[in-house]
């Protein structure tokens, strides 16, 4: 009796046996396959081609969305250094605060920012960034051990920036060590699409490190 081949089994010894359709060349051209391109039947040769075809544009795709990802996050690393010389050449004290928001529209293209510090020096109790702040709010942003990018879900925080009612998508940036936060840096769009939490936070946690430095002066 013949054994009953099944298709496992043929794999196998094709695998077994890569030197098969140079032997058996003739059958390169006999084999005959349906494509899912076409709906017709194909030799296994150009159903090889079509596959090698579909694996080198998956393979473009996937570079080209690499080179855009790349190109997004240099202009981000661009926009991060002119942010930090604008902070170097700042007046320092008071003005910081002012700088540091007024950089982060001018450079990110925020529509809306503000920021809010506590425990500041005696000298700077009045400033418009050591006010309005409550325990609750402290406490949230004490609680942050990460930036919170998203909705804006009617947040405190949120209203402290000039035009509140209209932002919809928010970025709420702690200021220090979690757990010894002294500040809070908002970020407010009226687009929802803005910041939402798919969004990586990488390039925003090195924006709340540098603020927290360059603010902690300001501290008592």
Not at 82 to 107: E, F, K, N, Y
Request: overall charge negative.
């Amino acid at each position: 009796m013949t054994a009953t081949l099944d298709s496992a089994a043929v794999a196998q010894f094709l695998i077994d046996h890569p030197q098969f359709f140079e032997e058996q060349a003739a059958l390169l051209g006999e084999v005959k396959l349906s494509s899912p391109l076409t709906g017709r039947a194909v030799s296994l040769q150009e159903r090889q081609m079509e596959v090698m075809r579909d694996k080198y544009r998956a393979l473009e795709l996937r570079l080209s969305d690499l080179s855009r990802r790349a190109e997004e996050n240099a202009g981000i690393a661009n926009r991060f250094h002119a942010w930090t010389q604008a902070l170097l050449v700042s007046g320092g004290g008071a003005a910081m605060a002012r700088d540091l928001a007024d950089g982060l529209r001018t450079h990110f293209a925020v529509p809306q920012v503000t920021l809010r510090l506590w425990n500041v020096a005696p000298e700077h109790a009045g400033a418009w960034f050591a006010s309005g702040v409550s325990d609750d709010a402290r406490i949230f942003a004490n609680s942050l051990r990460a930036p919170y990018c998203g909705p804006n879900n009617d947040f405190e925080a949120v209203r402290w920036l000039d035009d509140a009612a209209s932002v919809r998508s928010t970025v709420m940036l702690p200021l220090g060590p979690h757990g010894q936060t002294f500040g809070l840096l908002v970020l407010g769009s009226p687009d929802l699409e803005r910041f939402t939490t798919a969004m990586a936070t990488d390039f925003l946690v090195h924006i709340a490190a540098t603020a927290s430095t360059a603010l902690a002066p300001l501290r008592a």
